[in-house]
């Protein structure tokens, strides 16, 4: 329940092989698979190892389909993952398939991620006001549609008011894989960071690396650390 605000510390203990998929309850599907399925509130001091989370359809993620949501915020410290986040839908990420107004910091993931849309190592998409201080990732994600997709080894598409990136690193050994077949030009924007940066405001960049092979042969906007730069300010320090 997202109406609920909750603050939760690991104590730095791990959560070892969890899975989570769409499990059929009351006639309907379960929505965001996930640990926390959407956070409203924090989580600190925890680790999440060897998890496999699977859906087909909403946001996906280790920790939360949803990491914040509007007018209810969140925030991340010292929290790792690793594992896979198998999706057959839009927005699937190492933490989440979706932020929102969301802080993280010292934060790192070795994850495999594959989505349909805004697909990211760390997240699928990113909204309103979000920093990231400090969180290193090392991740393999593959996108599987053929149509317009936003593919990125952190962020897939970015989508806010203001983003802070600051002393967070794709870590050598990453890959951003276009996943299509098809043999003629994709509009879609696979970077080896951010996959889509066109529709934010303001971002601010600082000391910030990217060690990621990228393999898009078809589609058309292709980056090492962007896919595609849209309006507002970009900005790139250290």
């Not at 997202?2 to 379960?30: A, M, P, Q, W």
């Not at 839908?89 to 979706?98: D, K």
């Not at 600082?206 to 849209?230: E, Q």
Request: proline share 1%; with cysteine.
């Amino acid at each position: 329940n997202f109406e609920r605000k909750i603050h939760f510390d690991g104590c730095n203990y791990t959560i070892s092989n969890l899975h989570s998929d769409e499990t059929t309850y009351g006639g309907g599907v379960g929505k965001y698979p996930s640990l926390f399925g959407v956070l409203y509130g924090s989580c600190q001091n925890l680790k999440v190892v060897d998890a496999v989370i699977d859906g087909t359809s909403q946001a996906i993620g280790i920790i939360g389909g949803y990491i914040g949501t509007t007018g209810k915020t969140a925030s991340l410290k010292n929290v790792s993952v690793t594992g896979e986040v198998n999706g057959t839908n839009h927005r699937a990420g190492g933490y989440a398939g979706q932020v929102v107004e969301a802080t993280f910091e010292d934060c790192d993931a070795d994850v495999t991620v594959k989505g349909k849309q805004a697909v990211g190592g760390f997240a699928g998409k990113v909204t309103g006001t979000c920093s990231f201080k400090g969180c290193d990732v090392k991740a393999s994600v593959t996108t599987i549609y053929t149509e317009k997709h936003q593919t990125g080894g952190f962020i897939g598409y970015l989508d806010g008011s203001t983003i802070t990136v600051e002393s967070c690193n794709l870590l050598e050994g990453s890959t951003v894989t276009d996943g299509s077949s098809v043999t003629e030009t994709v509009v879609s924007s696979i970077g080896g960071f951010f996959g889509w940066a066109g529709a934010s405001d303001k971002v601010d960049v600082k000391n910030t690396s990217a060690s990621v092979a990228v393999n898009a042969p078809y589609a058309r906007n292709v980056g090492g650390f962007i896919g595609v730069i849209g309006k507002g300010t970009f900005k790139t320090s250290g």
